[in-house]
């Protein structure tokens, strides 16, 4: 899910009281069963039922060419606080020439260093680079190992906004538990990269908390470093919890003490760290160029992924709130979308297409994608493009759906081109850029 995040007030009254309880962040990620599963609703997709395609004939024809969506038969379309939040008029078709400038293993996110090259992190943990000519380069030195308790056990990598004279690199991962029933561990690297980018160089810890689990990391303009800390679980409290991090933004100092001005810095028990709280899985995360405000793509179990503006202190309301479901299919609260003091998303989609990858458009190549948001997505297999006006969304592009492959990442090149990372076996590193109508 994709949402907006602002300044808020802290969690209040009961939810804080049962926020701060002792197990409050107990829960293990396979989701408890739902008592109003057996009673779940059916929503049966209707004969005019677009998927995560844009229209009901483009999902029919991408149906026959990539084969049923895994959320083909979810028709819950639940009535928008706002008419914008969800499905925008379809934007122009933009013509792409779309280039495979690399295949290398699993990959997670990318970066771009001074000379050229890209920097990818990967799913079984470690870095390679990817030069200009699609050459890629053996694992990077120094990497620490990462367990796969979370599915995609690590992030980043995220590239310090004064590379170019300090080559600090962070990175997110996750570690087993050290015995059974023990918690994971979630963990944020600080490292230098050599100067000829083959190793990981005098690595260190910075920050480290059990059940983090490292999704995205962002740099503020201010260079402190917010941590996108997933759930997995269906629902439950831990996203509620202002104990537990799963489910919350983190704010860190690039050092990684935590900053005087944290907006739950003062609530007695809580969490030091917290930045916003109440969400499921943010899998994309990025800072707008033009506001410095931060903005994340949200997964929800079925139905509702969110795109969220972050307000400090935010409370984005999962589960209280909701426009999904669980992976039962059951309601979330009886099927609530909004309540005082709980943000609302920017966006969202029914289905879900879950979101992974985040980031604005400011480059030359593509004029008329000025500002537009471009979010990658796994389970939808493609890249959606969401025009853009006074932060809200006017129209919604869908791209690369012809491919049938599912999207991790997507980044602005400082050439103004956009390079994409697919979720594969084998991922492929996509390079965009415009075409004239008729050619690809």
């Known amino acids: 899910m994709l949402r907006e995040i602002r300044a808020a007030k802290p969690v209040t009254g009961i939810a804080l009281a049962l926020s701060l309880l002792p197990g409050a962040g107990a829960w293990s990620q396979t989701p408890p069963t739902s008592p109003q599963a057996a009673q779940a609703p059916a929503f049966p997709p209707g004969p005019d039922y677009a998927g995560v395609a844009g229209s009901a004939a483009e999902n029919k024809r991408i149906e026959a060419l990539c084969g049923a969506n895994r959320n083909a038969k979810d028709g819950y379309a639940p009535k928008p606080l706002s008419a914008d939040q969800t499905r925008a008029p379809a934007a122009a078709a933009t013509p792409l020439k779309i280039e495979v400038l690399a295949t290398l293993d699993r990959s997670v996110g990318i970066a771009f260093l001074p000379d050229g090259k890209l920097l990818l992190s990967q799913r079984a943990g470690g870095f390679r680079?990817?030069?200009?000519?699609?050459?890629?380069?053996?694992?990077?030195?120094?990497?620490?190992?990462?367990?796969?308790?979370?599915?995609?056990?690590?992030?980043?990598?995220?590239?310090?906004?004064?590379?170019?004279?300090?080559?600090?690199?962070?990175?997110?991962?996750?570690?087993?538990?050290?015995?059974?029933?023990?918690?994971?561990?979630?963990?944020?690297?600080?490292?230098?990269?050599?100067?000829?980018?083959?190793?990981?160089?005098?690595?260190?810890t910075i920050y480290e908390a059990p059940y983090m689990a490292p999704r995205r990391l962002a740099q503020a303009r201010d260079g402190r470093l917010l941590i996108a800390s997933g759930e997995v679980a269906s629902g439950g409290p831990n996203p509620q919890s202002l104990t537990d991090p799963r489910g919350k933004i983190l704010r860190i100092a690039a050092d990684g003490s935590i900053p005087k001005d944290n907006p739950y810095l003062k609530t007695a028990g809580a969490n030091p760290a917290l930045y916003a709280v109440g969400f499921r899985d943010i899998q994309g995360a990025a800072v707008n160029p033009g506001t410095g405000e931060l903005w994340v793509g949200e997964n929800a179990p079925q139905g509702g992924?969110?795109?969220?503006?972050?307000?400090p202190g935010g409370n984005y309301g999962f589960p209280l709130i909701?426009?999904?479901?669980?992976?039962?299919?059951?309601?979330?609260?009886?099927?609530?979308?909004?309540?005082?003091?709980?943000?609302?998303?920017?966006?969202?989609?029914?289905?879900?297409?879950?979101?992974?990858?985040?980031?604005?458009?400011?480059?030359?190549?593509?004029?008329?994608?000025?500002?537009?948001?471009?979010?990658?997505?796994?389970?939808?297999?493609?890249?959606?493009?969401l025009q853009m006006k006074n932060g809200r969304v006017v129209a919604e592009e869908k791209l690369l759906l012809d491919r049938c492959k599912r999207t991790k990442d997507v980044k602005v090149g400082p050439d103004g081109l956009v390079y994409v990372v697919t979720d594969e076996t084998q991922s492929e590193v996509l390079r965009l850029r415009p075409a004239k109508p008729g050619v690809h």
């Open 322 to 385: 909701s426009y999904g479901r669980g992976n039962d299919g059951s309601l979330f609260n009886g099927g609530k979308t909004a309540d005082a003091g709980l943000e609302q998303p920017v966006y969202f989609w029914n289905p879900s297409l879950a979101p992974s990858g985040l980031d604005f458009y400011r480059g030359k190549a593509f004029p008329t994608w000025k500002d537009s948001v471009l979010l990658g997505a796994m389970s939808g297999r493609q890249l959606v493009r």
């Open 305 to 311: 992924d969110e795109l969220d503006r972050i307000k």
């Open 129 to 204: 680079t990817v030069d200009a000519a699609g050459k890629v380069s053996e694992p990077l030195k120094g990497a620490p190992a990462v367990s796969g308790v979370m599915g995609t056990s690590n992030t980043g990598p995220l590239l310090d906004r004064d590379f170019a004279k300090n080559r600090t690199v962070y990175y997110g991962y996750v570690t087993a538990p050290p015995a059974r029933g023990e918690p994971f561990m979630g963990h944020i690297l600080k490292a230098h990269l050599s100067a000829d980018d083959t190793a990981l160089e005098d690595a260190k």
